[in-house]
T-cell receptor, first 114, second 112 residues
Framework: KAGVTQTPRYLIKTRGQQVTLSCSPI?????VSWYQQTPGQGLQFLFE???????NKGNFPGRFSGRQFSNSRSEMNVSTLELGDSALYLC?????????????FGPGTRLTVL | QKEVEQNSGPLSVPEGAIASLNCTYS??????FFWYRQYSGKSPELIMS??SNGDKEDGRFTAQLNKASQYVSLLIRDSQPSDSATYLC????????????WGLGTSLAVNP
């Protein structure tokens, strides 16, 4: 069974631009969570989607948004990029037929904002 | 008080020794507990989940849960240099939103 895929793997943007990241969960998983990881800050929860509905949201500004499609694929968007948005963005899927609670991560998208 | 706390380390152990990683949490009603391993530059990888008090073993890894004392630990027997990584503890909160709360991780170094 294929794992979680994220595209693109690397991105370089400049301040003020916007970016869209994509995540395809494991087949059969209906929940997708997004995290931001920076050195020293650990995993910061952005949001979680389940069956196309946002189920949870972290404490990030409105510049960060997301959505989930009917095939469970998810995208997150960051508008008006700031230098501090440089980070590894991780997507995790869960909700499969095994342990419903376990999250499995994709390889991440490393975003650099110049 | 942070919701999930881990010693940042680094925890240094010799090859072949037992590495003991600890995690405490503040929400007494938490139900699900997870250990992840993260190599530098890579994404977290699930090692083990545990839901009931007691021990759960998987190969060289043993997770221990004590809900009364609100801690969960991970033991790595016969530690190998390839176990050198950051270990993240995650706890599923109670309530309707049931977010997964993460510790900052413990850095483990296994010395040959």
């Amino acid at each position: 069974k294929a794992g979680v895929t994220q595209t693109p793997r690397y991105l370089i943007k400049t301040r003020g631009q916007q970016v869209t990241l994509s995540c395809s969960p494991i087949s059969g998983h209906r929940s997708v969570s997004w995290y931001q990881q920076t050195p020293g800050q650990g995993l910061q929860f952005l949001f979680e989607y389940f069956s196309e509905t946002q189920r949870n949201k972290g404490n990030f500004p409105g510049r960060f948004s997301g959505r989930q499609f009917s095939n469970s694929r998810s995208e997150m968007n960051v508008s008006t990029l700031e230098l501090g948005d440089s980070a590894l963005y991780l997507c995790a899927s869960s909700g499969g037929t095994g342990n419903y609670d376990e999250q499995f991560f994709g390889p991440g998208t490393r975003l650099t904002v110049l | 008080q942070k919701e999930v706390e881990q010693n940042s380390g680094p925890l240094s152990v010799p090859e072949g020794a037992i590495a003991s990683l600890n995690c405490t949490y503040s929400d007494r009603g938490s139900q699900s507990f997870f250990w992840y391993r993260q190599y530098s530059g890579k994404s977290p990888e699930l090692i083990m989940s545990i839901y009931s008090n007691g021990d759960k073993e998987d190969g060289r890894f043993t997770a221990q849960l004590n809900k009364a004392s609100q801690y969960v630990s991970l033991l790595i027997r016969d530690s190998q240099p390839s176990d050198s990584a950051t270990y993240l503890c995650a706890v599923r909160a109670r309530g309707n939103n049931r977010k997964l709360i993460w510790g900052l991780g413990t850095s483990l170094a296994v010395n040959p």
